[in-house]
Protein backbone atom coordinates (compact mmCIF):
# COMPACT_ATOMS: atom_id res chain seq x y z
CA UNK A 1 0.00 0.00 0.00
CA UNK A 2 1.03 3.69 -0.95
CA UNK A 3 -0.57 6.66 0.32
CA UNK A 4 -0.46 9.55 -1.09
CA UNK A 5 -1.00 13.31 0.24
CA UNK A 6 -0.03 16.11 -2.15
CA UNK A 7 -0.19 20.37 -1.09
CA UNK A 8 0.32 23.60 -2.58
CA UNK A 9 -2.76 23.82 -4.78
CA UNK A 10 -4.59 27.22 -4.36
CA UNK A 11 -5.91 30.71 -5.95
CA UNK A 12 -3.24 32.48 -8.46
CA UNK A 13 -3.82 35.40 -10.88
CA UNK A 14 -2.62 34.28 -14.50
CA UNK A 15 0.72 34.69 -15.10
CA UNK A 16 1.28 33.68 -11.44
CA UNK A 17 3.35 30.39 -10.54
CA UNK A 18 2.24 28.37 -7.54
CA UNK A 19 4.21 24.63 -6.59
CA UNK A 20 2.29 21.46 -5.32
CA UNK A 21 4.49 18.62 -3.57
CA UNK A 22 2.97 15.29 -2.82
CA UNK A 23 4.36 13.11 -0.21
CA UNK A 24 4.36 9.11 -0.41
CA UNK A 25 3.92 7.26 2.43
CA UNK A 26 3.92 3.37 2.91
CA UNK A 27 5.34 1.10 0.77
CA UNK A 28 7.96 3.55 -1.21
CA UNK A 29 10.57 1.29 -1.87
CA UNK A 30 8.10 -0.67 -4.53
CA UNK A 31 7.43 2.71 -6.05
CA UNK A 32 8.60 2.81 -10.07
CA UNK A 33 7.57 5.89 -11.06
CA UNK A 34 5.27 9.24 -9.53
CA UNK A 35 3.17 12.10 -11.50
CA UNK A 36 0.47 14.24 -11.39
CA UNK A 37 -2.79 14.37 -13.52
CA UNK A 38 -5.49 16.91 -13.48
CA UNK A 39 -9.05 17.11 -14.31
CA UNK A 40 -11.00 20.30 -14.50
CA UNK A 41 -15.11 20.21 -14.55
CA UNK A 42 -16.79 18.17 -17.83
CA UNK A 43 -13.25 16.81 -18.55
CA UNK A 44 -11.36 13.48 -18.35
CA UNK A 45 -8.48 13.16 -15.86
CA UNK A 46 -4.84 13.52 -17.76
CA UNK A 47 -1.44 13.20 -17.84
CA UNK A 48 0.51 16.34 -16.75
CA UNK A 49 4.21 15.01 -15.64
CA UNK A 50 5.68 11.99 -14.38
CA UNK A 51 8.67 10.92 -13.39
CA UNK A 52 11.06 7.97 -13.06
CA UNK A 53 12.65 7.08 -9.97
CA UNK A 54 15.84 6.96 -12.07
CA UNK A 55 14.72 11.03 -13.10
CA UNK A 56 13.21 10.54 -16.28
CA UNK A 57 10.81 12.95 -16.93
CA UNK A 58 7.76 12.60 -19.33
CA UNK A 59 5.67 15.91 -19.77
CA UNK A 60 2.37 16.77 -21.65
CA UNK A 61 3.16 17.89 -25.00
CA UNK A 62 1.13 21.04 -24.58
CA UNK A 63 2.18 22.13 -20.93
CA UNK A 64 5.90 21.34 -21.53
CA UNK A 65 8.43 24.48 -20.74
CA UNK A 66 6.01 25.96 -18.77
CA UNK A 67 5.78 23.14 -15.81
CA UNK A 68 8.32 20.89 -13.90
CA UNK A 69 8.50 18.27 -12.55
CA UNK A 70 10.74 17.22 -10.04
CA UNK A 71 11.17 14.40 -6.94
CA UNK A 72 13.24 13.86 -4.15
CA UNK A 73 13.93 9.70 -3.83
CA UNK A 74 15.05 10.66 0.22
CA UNK A 75 11.56 12.62 1.01
CA UNK A 76 9.69 10.41 -1.26
CA UNK A 77 8.02 13.48 -2.34
CA UNK A 78 7.36 14.52 -5.81
CA UNK A 79 6.91 17.80 -7.11
CA UNK A 80 5.47 20.00 -9.78
CA UNK A 81 5.83 24.08 -10.26
CA UNK A 82 3.86 25.42 -12.82
CA UNK A 83 4.68 28.70 -13.90
CA UNK A 84 2.97 31.45 -16.43
CA UNK A 85 -0.21 29.93 -15.24
CA UNK A 86 -3.19 30.14 -17.48
CA UNK A 87 -7.09 30.24 -16.25
CA UNK A 88 -7.03 27.38 -18.55
CA UNK A 89 -4.80 25.54 -16.13
CA UNK A 90 -7.76 25.60 -13.56
CA UNK A 91 -8.63 21.83 -12.13
CA UNK A 92 -8.36 19.45 -9.11
CA UNK A 93 -4.29 18.47 -9.71
CA UNK A 94 -3.78 14.29 -8.40
CA UNK A 95 -0.52 13.15 -7.43
CA UNK A 96 -0.25 9.48 -8.98
CA UNK A 97 2.27 6.90 -7.67
CA UNK A 98 3.07 3.85 -10.12
CA UNK A 99 3.59 0.99 -8.18
CA UNK A 100 4.35 -2.25 -10.72
CA UNK A 101 0.49 -3.10 -12.02
CA UNK A 102 -1.09 -0.42 -9.44
CA UNK A 103 -2.23 2.93 -9.37
CA UNK A 104 -2.37 4.56 -6.02
CA UNK A 105 -3.87 8.22 -6.56
CA UNK A 106 -3.58 11.04 -3.63
CA UNK A 107 -7.04 12.82 -2.71
CA UNK A 108 -6.09 16.03 -5.44
CA UNK A 109 -5.86 19.63 -4.75
CA UNK A 110 -7.52 22.19 -6.12
CA UNK A 111 -5.81 24.68 -8.59
CA UNK A 112 -7.69 28.14 -9.40
CA UNK A 113 -6.09 30.25 -11.96
CA UNK A 114 -8.05 34.00 -12.83
CA UNK A 115 -8.26 37.49 -11.84
Known amino acids: QVQLVESGGGWVQPGGSLRLSCVASGNTFAIRRMGWYRQAPGNQRELVAE???????NYSDSLKGRFIISGDNVKNTVYLQMNSLKPEDTAVYYCNADVFSLNYWGQGTQVTVSS
Open 51 to 57: ISRGGIT
